[in-house]
Each structure stands twice: as structure tokens, then as C-alpha cells.
């Protein structure tokens, strides 16, 4: 949590994080099975497709200097309700739908991580 808002009070830092996350996913440096994440075929009108997408990109389009990390948390508390709390309709949807979007969420990440650390090192300090 510290490093995370050291890098939010740096002009700097949180340029070049923004510029690099935008070019790892526009520029198809993710390495990500096809099949999971499809853009091509991304609609936002429906919640379904890629809403792991949908929510990295909230969070980068909050990223900015000097952001609160409550923010960035609220971001993420009201994209799972929209998308894991609200849709699920029991107890056992719901352990679906959350264990399906952790899965894709975890995936997502850690390519978003390696492509970082593999192509713009400068963004993880």
C-alpha cells in the first residue's frame, strides 16, 4: 500500500505507469490465452465480456497524481458489486460468478505484470 502511494504522489511515476499500461493492452503485449479475452469481440453494453477489462480501465482512467487509494478501492468495490454481487441470484451463482472473475482478474494481472516488467521496466520503478 505504500509503494502504491508513493507512486500516486510522483507526477513522473504515474505518467509513464498510465502511458505503459495503455501500450500493454492497445499494443497486444498481453500474453493471455485468446479464447479469455477477446477485444475484438468486447462489448460494454454487456457485463459478461471482459469485465475484467472493463475494470482495469476504470482504474487506469482514476489513475492520476496524488489519487486517494480509496479511489482506486471504491473503484474496484463498485465494479464487483455491478458485476459479481448484483448478477448473482443465490449463494451458489454467486460462488460462480466470483470464482470465475477472480480466475480471469488473477490471469489478467499477471500478464499485465509481465508485460511491465518485460517491455516497460521503468513503470514498476
Known sequence: LQTMRTVLNSNSKVTVLRSDLHAV????????PRNLFQ???WNPEEPQDNIELKCLNDLMSLLAP???????LNCVCS????????????????????????LRWN???????????LN??????
Open 120 to 125: 516497460y521496466a521503468d513503470s514498476l520503478g
Open 25 to 32: 493492452i492497445n499494443q497486444g503485449f498481453l500474453d493471455m
Open 107 to 117: 490471469f489478467l494481472l499477471t500478464a499485465v505484470s509481465k508485460a511491465l516488467t
Open 66 to 72: 496524488s489519487t486517494d487509494i480509496r479511489v482506486l
Open 39 to 41: 477485444m475484438k469481440s
Open 79 to 102: 465494479n464487483l458489486q455491478a458485476f459479481v454481487i448484483e448478477p448473482s441470484r443465490s449463494k451458489g451463482d454467486f460462488r460462480e460468478v466470483a470464482s470465475d472473475f477472480q
